[in-house]
């Protein structure tokens, strides 16, 4: 895609603090524009792979092609349907099948989509080992950017992408907290030449497991090298635990309490044996099997959080930085994505970036804020309080699925998707 010139963002010095899917996102889109760039990332590499998948309606792969954040190629799976399961005596092994419902989803591997995005932010403006550890508004509305080493760098504007922890949050609304939801989100992968001697019911598409005090999710995501080839595929998979003791439960083998997740490898041997077997109790054995195979399990802490709004002054929010919405939303990078897109485009379109950011703060801070009291509507459905499944058929499903979904949302709009 050729450099998009705007009048209103031509030579615009911004910084963007976060360098994952939203920051990625959001320097592309600004560098396109003629802005001038500079994007700080605390870590001292590159961003790595947990295996972790990401399902996306098929309009939005369309979206990301068409605005050339990914290559046209990038390999996904297609799933036509969310196939809802129950243990029981009788269905043991693979689960009484309670509703097929439809749904298009295509299924990429996040560091797939990480790396297309990655590499197309120049290299002189994505700067890795760089800690913010305060912003200070100036005089004129420029903003001054305080690193860890000292330095005092100096935008016009500044993005903040910093994750659910955001610093960017706690500057512009202290008084704001993200609220623990009472469970986790316990996640692993495993290759799929693992599991021999029986065909899967993942080549079917997504399949949504409950059983009582929550649910789990598995699918395919392509392999590590981007192959779709059976037997080269990731299993990708995740189940919501309830979790009352969260410092307990984020103490690693290592007796350290981690903030907010366990990474992969440092979750405490009794905790993971503890999550294996209970799935083996709670789930058909195919899909426990897959989770006591899968090595190197890893976990993070369910939080949501709504924001008042997505900037003050010339300081502004993206991703997760702003409202924090359940992942049962399928909203984490999607919603990055978006603000990105947004922000672009509302530079694009207005004559002054006041009436820009004015504008899109308003639109991000009520989609994003819908986008967590539906999370939360879920979230309780489908953990706090899930029916038995096995007690249902595919019309009384519908019947309760319809009845528990009371928002509407809505993400890449006719605006965003203009190139």
Known sequence: MSKIASDTAQGLKVGIIGGSIAGCTVAIELVRLGCDVTLFERTGEE??????????????????????????????????????????????????????????????????????????????????????????????????????????????????????????????????????????????????????????????GVRCLGYPGGHGIFYFVPGPDGSLAPGNRLVNWGVYVPVADLAAFLTDKEGKVHEGSLPPGAMAIPTETALKQK???????????????????????????????????????????????????????????????????????????????????????ATDNNLVRFGNQLGHALVKEIPDWSKMDAASMEKWFTSIITIQTEMFDANARKV
Request: proline share 5%; charged share 25%.
């Open 47 to 204: 961003l790595k792979d947990r295996g972790a998948g990401i399902g996306v309606p098929p309009s939005v792969i369309n979206t990301f092609i068409t605005r050339d954040l990914v290559d046209a190629d990038i390999p996904y799976f297609s799933s036509h349907t969310f196939t809802r399961i129950w243990r029981t005596a009788q269905e043991r092994r693979y689960g009484y099948i309670a509703w097929d419902q439809p749904a298009s989803l295509d299924l990429l591997n996040w560091g797939g989509l990480y790396r297309n995005l990655r590499k197309r932010v120049p290299d002189s403006v994505y700067r890795t080992g760089q800690r913010v550890v305060a912003l200070h508004e100036q005089s004129g509305g420029r903003v001054a950017v305080e690193m860890a080493n000292g330095e005092t760098p100096e935008f016009d504007l500044v993005v903040c992408a910093d994750g659910y922890a955001s610093l960017g949050r706690r500057t512009l609304f202290p008084e704001v907290a993200i609220q623990y939801a009472g469970y986790v989100l316990w996640r692993g992968f495993i290759m799929e030449d693992e599991l021999r001697g029986e065909s899967h019911p993942l080549n079917s």
């Open 279 to 365: 799935a083996y109790e709670r789930m058909p054995d195919y899909y426990a099997e897959i989770t006591d195979k899968s090595p190197n399990t890893f976990a993070y802490a369910i939080y949501d959080c709504q924001v008042p709004a997505y900037r003050k002054g010339r300081i502004c929010l993206a991703g997760d930085a702003g409202a924090f919405a359940r992942p049962h939303s399928a909203a984490g990078a999607l919603k990055g994505i978006n603000d990105a897109i947004a922000l672009s485009e509302s530079l694009k379109t207005h004559t002054s970036v006041e009436e820009a950011l004015t504008h899109w703060d308003k639109t991000q801070t």
